[in-house]
């Protein structure tokens, strides 16, 4: 009998496993494939919200033939909040090598003025790209599924390292290292 409930509990414990793969649509790098080239990413091209260190107009992610780092965050987001002083350290170290660009899938300008932003952006010590993905359409090309969510992208377009969570600045600088010398 005894072995029954250990083979039940065992049984379980992998379903609902499986089932958190398929609901976050995240897979750990032990079960992906490291041989494959990824594709490259289809270009999105996305407003830019005028805030420190920002620009009124729109960019392009990712540009042609130059790496790129996105950082995915929302204003309702406490972790986002922790992980902007690593950001801006980062983008302090290495940002003139990439285009370093902060995206919200928040719908600027609809249920989330651009004002919001602006103050959120300034309140937390932006200063570089930040820009409105109101569609969610990068966001679902980069496969976000978490915020913060930072994706590193080589020169051709192609995702080298992406992961969700808090990252320290040497982490982030780390994953940007791999897309430059992808």
Known sequence: M?????????ASVGAIGGAGLVATGTIPDTFSNRNETPEPVEPT????????GSRDGEVTIPPDNQATFVDFF??????CVEQMPALGEAEDRIGDEVLFVSVTTEDVGGSVSEETVVEWWSENDGDWLVAADVTAELAAKLNVGAYPTAVALDPTGRIQWSESGIHTADEI???????LNA
């Open 74 to 79: 929302g204003t309702w987001c406490a972790p």
């Open 45 to 52: 091209t996305l407003d830019t919200i005028e805030a420190p």
């Open 2 to 10: 005894k072995r029954r409930n250990l083979l039940a509990g065992l």
């Open 173 to 179: 600088v780390t994953g940007i290292e791999i897309a």
